[in-house]
């Protein structure tokens, strides 16, 4: 899954230390977030896109390689 | 007021502080008192030595941070974090595999070779080994996550 966590959190002029301690997790797990190596709960996914005020779709990018409907 | 993870925690270690400190006694007590038994008391005072710096260590850890009530918020968001959960969840599971895989291939080595000589020794070390290992494994894992999650 991808996400645009490093954009948003650029845009509001945050720090990674500062996002971390507004969704209560630690840096670290921001910077994975950030580098694509770890995909965030639903919750923690919700609390984030929250934080930035856009929809969790527009902040994390779900694909999947399943055939679209007919 | 202390934080009720910290306290928690404290307990813990303290619980495990108390048990090791008996098993280091066990194994003293079992060295004097009954030298002929076919036990190897270095292996239990080595095993609760182990368990006693672990807790040890952490209760300092604890202590350190009940001084400090800044990092007391650090900290518990640092327990609370979901990918430190994950994290910790993850090389549990490979853990106990690990135990597991060992224990059942030593039982089939054994009923095959079906060895009488292998002794008491041998079992003793083998214990130890099994008490030992799962936390190695744990602690391997949980570097080797760090890195990769």
């Known amino acids: ?70 | 007021m202390m934080h009720t993870d910290l306290k928690q925690k404290t307990t813990l270690y303290w619980l495990l502080l108390i048990v090791s400190l008996n098993m280091i006694l066990a194994g003293i007590l079992i060295r004097i008192l009954a030298p002929q038994l076919h036990l190897n008391p270095y292996m239990i005072i080595s095993i609760g030595l182990i368990f006693a710096a672990i807790a040890g260590a952490n209760l300092i850890k604890l202590n350190l941070l009940r001084h400090h009530p800044a990092h007391v918020q650090e900290w518990a968001v640092y327990e609370k974090d979901e990918r430190v959960q994950m994290i910790r969840w993850r090389a549990g599971n490979t853990a106990f595999i690990a135990l597991m895989e060992v224990l059942f291939l030593s039982l089939i080595i054994l009923s095959i070779t079906s060895s009488p000589q292998a002794g008491v020794d041998a079992l003793w070390y083998f214990l130890a080994f099994l008490a030992v290992f799962p936390m190695a494994v744990y602690y391997w894992q949980v570097l080797r996550l760090q890195k990769r999650m």
């Open chain 1, 1 to 70: 899954m991808k996400n645009r966590l490093e954009q948003y959190r650029l845009q509001k002029g945050w720090t990674q230390q500062e996002l971390a301690q507004k969704a209560g997790v630690t840096r670290q797990t921001i910077i994975s977030l950030e580098n694509g190596r770890y995909n965030p709960s639903i919750l923690l996914a919700f609390r984030l896109a929250r934080l930035f005020g856009v929809p969790i779709e527009e902040l994390f990018l779900y694909e999947d390689n399943l055939p679209e409907e007919p």
